[in-house]
């Protein structure tokens, strides 16, 4: 890859933000201000073993990716939260073709409460999940206190997102299809900006890219393993009154990595269902209305998509 396709991101150690280290908070405001991407370190916190917890995961639905589709459409619901979601379903990275992943979601509303949408054959490792979904939004939810404490707004950000409130926060493990395969079905990821408050996102392959608004061209986001990459989406750009970027990417296949498959993970904090912002087209909504628009935008074809700034929240690629 060439040194000037690669986006140059910020590393942030999450012991230092947890410890309110105000040098690496002042890290943490200028990546989300400028880039809205960043690299994490959970090492040296005391939730180090969150990695462990995520790669054991990951192992594990590596594994049930494998089985055969009729038993993964088991667990296809009809819903964008919950569930197995097969490739094709969404408009993918090329111009009229799908997307070419398959994702499984667990909500954590409905996971902490039955696991229900977990296969059953992981029933045995509940533990695992549970470990790398409550990680995951203990680390989210630490990021957002530091970024309430560097920009004081009236509410802090922590409180849209309490434990008494319904939210759409859910983990996802995905499965990119083999780029020589059949491509019929999809291709990649499309440009999006996440819809929610932030992303916790842990993969050990090349194809995440990032827009760069300063000389409109895409970037790609080099795994680094052992780190994880947050990002800002939406909510929390909409939240911050458009001071945080909630940044432009995309998953694109990856030349000389045709026969393989790429596997990542995410987690996404959204905020309580009831909390209004103004968007990008200048109108109040309510943060379960945001989630159904965008998954609305996701799924339509890409001329639908140009028609408005839901998708690319105004952000400059079409
Ligand atoms: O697979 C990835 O690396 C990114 C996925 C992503 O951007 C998303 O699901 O919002
Ligand atoms: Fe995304």
């Not at 490739?87 to 993918?92: A, I, K, M, N």
């Not at 020589?180 to 932030?198: F, P």
Request: proline share 4%.
């Amino acid at each position: 890859m060439d040194k000037t396709d690669i986006a140059h991101l910020e590393v942030l150690s999450f012991a230092k933000l947890a410890s309110k280290d105000q040098t690496e908070l002042n890290k943490l405001l200028e990546a989300c201000r400028k880039q809205g991407f960043f690299y994490l370190d959970l090492a040296g916190s005391n939730v180090s073993h969150g990695l462990h917890q995520r790669l054991k995961a990951l192992s594990l639905m590596k594994d049930w990716f494998d089985r055969p589709d009729e038993e993964k459409m088991k667990l296809h619901k009809d819903s964008v939260t919950n569930g197995y979601k097969p490739p094709g379903t969404l408009s993918g990275v090329v111009k009229h073709m799908k997307d070419g992943f398959e994702n499984i979601k667990l909500p954590r509303d409905n996971f902490l409460g039955t696991g229900d949408s977990l296969p059953e054959v992981f029933k045995n490792d509940k533990e695992v999940f549970r470990d790398d979904l409550e990680i995951s939004h203990g680390v989210t939810l630490t990021i957002l206190s530091c970024l309430s404490d560097l920009l004081q707004p009236p509410v802090r950000l922590e409180d849209y997102h309490q434990e008494n409130m319904s939210s759409q926060s859910t983990m996802m493990y995905f499965r990119y299809a083999k780029q020589c395969a059949d491509k019929s079905s999809g291709v990649g990821h499309n440009m999006h900006t996440d819809l929610g408050t932030l992303t916790l996102l842990y993969c050990e392959q090349w194809g995440l890219q990032v827009y760069a608004q300063a000389t409109d061209s895409w970037k790609y986001v080099q795994p680094r393993p052992g780190l994880y990459v947050v990002n800002v989406g939406d909510a929390l750009r909409f939240l911050s009154g458009n001071d945080l970027l909630s940044a432009l990417h995309r998953v694109v296949p990856v030349p000389g990595h045709e026969s393989e498959y790429r596997y990542s993970t995410a987690y996404f904090l959204r905020p309580g269902n009831e909390t209004e912002f103004r968007t990008s087209e200048n109108t109040v909504v309510s943060a379960l209305n945001w989630h159904d628009q965008k998954y609305n935008v996701f799924k339509a074809a890409h001329v639908e998509q140009e028609k408005n700034t839901i998708l690319t929240g105004g952000i400059g690629a079409f």
